[in-house]
């Protein structure tokens, strides 16, 4: 059974920084692809990053390009997301899910159980 | 980047009516090398993650009932309940992944 174990998310005052976790089992980590998807209390689900299987491929929402990071570390079946200049906008419901493919573009099968994180002063 | 536009926002349904749910995109999402739309429709029930319902536009995920059904192509898509339970009471979303990933804004189904 996939398992996707996100941690990592808190109340962080805006400019701030947080690195979110995403421990995964259950399948084969370093043949797919992985992504972020937030979601605002109350809003809509919104794309954040993808990362292809192997970490050499990456992409970015345009809200969060240049001020967020995806990287993963397959031998310890773990994705992060390192997020700098934090803003008040960010304040969300951070999910991570796999992608059915090792590459970006294919949809995501897995989700988890998602990490808040609060921009707030 | 590719808008994605779902309607209506809200819908209420009867159990056991037919529930149809429209998505559309700011540009085709078919790939014509390969023929396949890159659509796929989540329902996120409260407190709960997103559940791929379908993919490909059409093609159900393991284990989802068949009365939800998907069609459409190019730009515009269709989610279809065929028989409402009341199990199906969700927020639904279509999603792209043909340029990078973009989600429509949701579509809060209730029973009538």
């Known amino acids: 059974e996939v398992q996707l174990l996100e941690s990592g998310g808190g109340l962080v005052q805006p400019g701030g920084s947080l690195r979110l976790s995403c421990a995964a089992s259950?399948?084969?980590?370093?043949?797919?692809?992985m992504g972020w998807v937030r979601q605002a209390p109350g809003e809509g689900l919104e794309w954040v990053s993808a990362?292809?299987?192997?970490?050499?491929?990456?992409y970015y929402a345009d809200s969060v390009k240049g001020r967020f990071t995806i990287s993963r570390d397959n031998s310890k079946t773990t994705l992060f997301l390192q997020m700098n200049s934090l803003r008040a906008e960010d304040t969300a419901l951070y999910y991570c899910?796999?992608?059915?493919?090792?590459?970006?573009?294919?949809?995501?099968?897995?989700w988890g159980q998602g990490t808040l994180v609060t921009v707030s002063s | 980047d590719i808008v994605m536009t779902q309607s209506p926002d809200s819908l209420a349904v009867s159990l056991g009516e037919r529930a149809t749910i429209n998505c559309k995109s700011s540009?085709?999402?078919?790939?014509?090398?390969?023929?396949?739309?890159?659509l796929a429709w989540y329902q996120q029930k409260p407190g709960q993650p997103p559940k791929l319902l379908i993919y490909?536009?059409?093609s159900r995920e393991s284990g989802v009932p068949d009365r939800f059904s998907g069609s459409g192509s190019g730009t515009d898509f269709t989610l279809t309940i065929s028989s409402l339970q009341a199990e199906d009471v969700a927020v639904y979303y279509c999603?792209?992944?043909?340029?990078?990933?973009?989600f429509g804004q949701g579509t809060k189904l209730e029973i009538k």
């Open positions: 490909w536009a059409s």
């Open positions: 899910a796999k992608v059915a493919a090792p590459w970006w573009n294919d949809r995501f099968d897995s």
């Open positions: 990362i292809s299987d192997s970490g050499g491929s990456t």
């Open positions: 540009q085709s999402v078919l790939y014509s090398s390969n023929n396949n739309n890159y």
């Open positions: 999603q792209q992944y043909f340029t990078t990933h973009s």
């Open positions: 259950g399948f084969h980590f370093s043949d797919y692809a």
